[in-house]
């Protein structure tokens, strides 16, 4: 049985990173997107999402069908942005909507078996994001960001314990968003249960599996508040 049949049912275990693939990042590196994603996969984030603005609907399918077999095997869920109709044609485990996008209802009635995420960038919209249930919530940009051509304003990391505050009362994780960085992943794990990460798993160079792999493990672990291993003999 794959993650999308129990989608909707089953614990989520949203907790350090939240992994997210956006082709127009990688691309502008002569970064391959699957191959990236297998990288990061060594790290089991807590999901992986494909994010393809401007990309052809066909060339998105086509990219979640190829992610679909490397999360399941890592057991990792996987998210398409904003696409329910090629999540539930690709088997994904979840949606990740917009406030601009299709509604949680509307998803819910077209794709049952699709777990879905809500973004949003006020108190007020977080709340009525809580009421509907989802799978999880994100909220942000906590940070400025370069990753949206109109970003939201920056909420900051206060508003942000108090949003992560609300979805703990909901019992819904709630997934920090917006310009996290190594140097800031300490401070937002405080205040999220899991944290998107976007170009800070990209390296500057030329592509390296090995060095992909272990920056999505050590943002992991930050963002897990997760101890660094003793070194026997240090």
């Given at each position: 049985?794959?993650?999308?049949?129990?989608?909707?049912?089953?614990?989520?275990?949203?907790?350090?990173?939240?992994?997210?693939?956006?082709?127009?990042?990688?691309?502008?590196r002569a970064i391959d997107?699957?191959?990236?994603?297998?990288?990061?996969?060594?790290?089991?984030?807590?999901?992986?999402?494909?994010?393809?603005?401007?990309?052809?609907?066909?060339?998105?399918?086509?990219?979640?069908?190829?992610?679909?077999?490397?999360?399941?095997?890592?057991?990792?869920?996987?998210?398409?942005?904003?696409?329910?109709?090629?999540?539930?044609?690709?088997?994904?485990?979840?949606?990740?909507?917009?406030?601009?996008?299709?509604?949680?209802?509307?998803?819910?009635?077209?794709?049952?078996?699709?777990?879905?995420?809500?973004?949003?960038?006020?108190?007020?919209?977080?709340?009525?994001?809580?009421?509907?249930?989802?799978?999880?919530?994100?909220?942000?940009?906590?940070?400025?960001?370069?990753?949206?051509?109109?970003?939201?304003?920056?909420?900051?990391?206060?508003?942000?314990?108090?949003?992560?505050?609300?979805?703990?009362r909901a019992s819904v994780?709630?997934?920090?968003?917006?310009?996290?960085?190594?140097?800031?992943?300490?401070?937002?794990a405080t205040a999220s249960?899991?944290?998107?990460?976007?170009?800070?798993?990209?390296?500057?160079?030329?592509?390296?599996?090995?060095?992909?792999?272990?920056?999505?493990?050590?943002?992991?672990?930050?963002?897990?508040?997760?101890?660094?291993?003793?070194?026997?003999?240090?």
């Amino acid at each position: 049985m794959t993650l999308a049949a129990n989608a909707v049912t089953a614990p989520l275990n949203m907790r350090g990173l939240y992994a997210i693939v956006d082709v127009t990042t990688l691309r502008a590196r002569a970064i391959d997107p699957v191959e990236f994603a297998a990288a990061v996969l060594v790290a089991r984030p807590a999901a992986l999402q494909l994010r393809a603005k401007g990309v052809a609907a066909r060339e998105v399918l086509g990219l979640l069908r190829a992610l679909g077999p490397l999360c399941h095997r890592a057991k990792v869920p996987l998210v398409a942005n904003d696409r329910a109709d090629l999540a539930a044609l690709a088997g994904c485990d979840m949606v990740h909507v917009g406030q601009d996008d299709i509604g949680i209802d509307l998803v819910r009635r077209l794709a049952p078996a699709l777990g879905v995420g809500v973004s949003t960038h006020t108190l007020a919209q977080l709340a009525t994001a809580l009421a509907t249930k989802p799978r999880y919530v994100a909220f942000g940009p906590v940070y400025p960001t370069n990753s949206k051509e109109a970003p939201s304003p920056v909420v900051g990391i206060e508003q942000l314990r108090e949003a992560h505050r609300a979805a703990v009362r909901a019992s819904v994780p709630l997934v920090a968003i917006g310009g996290v960085t190594f140097e800031r992943a300490a401070e937002v794990a405080t205040a999220s249960d899991a944290t998107a990460v976007i170009a800070a798993l990209v390296p500057d160079g030329p592509f390296d599996a090995r060095e992909i792999s272990s920056r999505a493990i050590e943002l992991h672990r930050i963002l897990s508040r997760e101890r660094a291993p003793t070194v026997v003999g240090a």
